[in-house]
Antibody, heavy 119, light 107 residues
Framework: EVQLVQSGAEVKKPGESLRISCKAS????????IGWVRQMPGKGLEWMGIIWPGDSDARYSPSFQGQVAISVDKSITTAHLQWTSLKASDTAMYYCARPKLGYNGFDIWGPGTLVTVSP | SYELTQPPSVSVSPGQTARIPCSGDGVTNQFTFWYRQKPGQAPVMVMYKNSERPSGIPERISGYSSGRTVTMTISGVQAEDEADYYC??????????FGGGTKLTVL
C-alpha cells in the first residue's frame, strides 16, 4: 500500500528552527516527485514546492522561495520541509503529497503535520 | 503565476446537482484537478485531467471544460458530499496553483 506518513505536531517559538518529515512507502521513492502544501487555519490550500528525489531538484512557489527548504533523504525514503527561523504566520497544517504518475496533480496525501508557532 | 477563481460557497438540496466552476487563463492549456477535503482530513483527489475519476470515486462526480472555465458536477448530491472542493492546475512556469476553494453545503 502506498503511504505517506508524516511526523507529529510541533509547537515552537518564533525564531526557532524546525524540520518536519514525510516517510514514503509502498512505491519506488525515486520515481515520483513529492510536494508540500500549506493550509493555514480556516484557509485554503497553497502549493509550496516539489522535489525530485532522484537528484534533489527542488522547485518552489514564489511565495515560499527563500522561506523554506525542501530536501530528501533517499536512504530512508523521506522528504523534509525545513525552516531556519519560524514566524507566527507559519502556524498551519502542512501536507506532503505525491503526484499521480504522469500528471501534475496529487493523488496520494499524507495526514498532515500541524505546526504551531507561538511566543 | 495565474489565479484560479472558485465561488466561496455552493448550496444544493439532497438529490439535486451541484456545479462548482473554476475559472482562470491556465485552465485552457493545462489539465485541471479537483480535490475534496472534509473537516479535519487531508484532501482527496476526486478528478484529474479535467474529467477523469480516480478509482473509488463515484460516477456521479464528473467534469467538463468550456473556455476559461472547468466545472465539476456532482449529480444526486448526498449528505456525504458536503465538503470543501479545490481545483488545481499548473502555470506556464510549472508553478502549481490551487483555487480558493468552494464550500459545498447540502441543505
Amino acid at each position: 500500500e502506498v503511504q505517506l506518513v508524516q511526523s507529529g505536531a510541533e509547537v515552537k517559538k518564533p525564531g526557532e528552527s524546525l524540520r518536519i518529515s514525510c516517510k514514503a512507502s509502498g512505491y519506488t521513492f525515486t520515481n515520483y516527485w513529492i510536494g508540500w502544501v500549506r493550509q493555514m487555519p480556516g484557509k485554503g490550500l497553497e502549493w509550496m514546492g516539489i522535489i525530485w528525489p532522484g537528484d534533489s531538484d527542488a522547485r518552489y512557489s514564489p511565495s515560499f522561495q527563500g522561506q523554506v527548504a525542501i530536501s530528501v533523504d533517499k536512504s530512508i525514503t523521506t522528504a523534509h520541509l525545513q525552516w531556519t527561523s519560524l514566524k507566527a504566520s507559519d502556524t498551519a497544517m502542512y501536507y506532503c503529497a505525491r503526484p499521480k504518475l504522469g500528471y501534475n496533480g496529487f493523488d496520494i496525501w499524507g495526514p498532515g503535520t500541524l505546526v504551531t508557532v507561538s511566543p | 503565476s495565474y489565479e484560479l477563481t472558485q465561488p466561496p460557497s455552493v448550496s444544493v438540496s439532497p438529490g439535486q446537482t451541484a456545479r462548482i466552476p473554476c475559472s482562470g487563463d491556465g485552465v485552457t492549456n493545462q489539465f485541471t484537478f479537483w480535490y475534496r477535503q472534509k473537516p479535519g482530513q487531508a484532501p482527496v483527489m476526486v478528478m484529474y485531467k479535467n474529467s477523469e475519476r480516480p478509482s473509488g470515486i463515484p460516477e456521479r462526480i464528473s467534469g467538463y471544460s468550456s473556455g476559461r472555465t472547468v466545472t465539476m458536477t456532482i449529480s444526486g448530491v448526498q449528505a456525504e458530499d458536503e465538503a470543501d472542493y479545490y481545483c488545481q492546475a499548473v502555470d506556464s512556469n510549472n508553478i502549481w496553483v490551487f483555487g480558493g476553494g468552494t464550500k459545498l453545503t447540502v441543505l
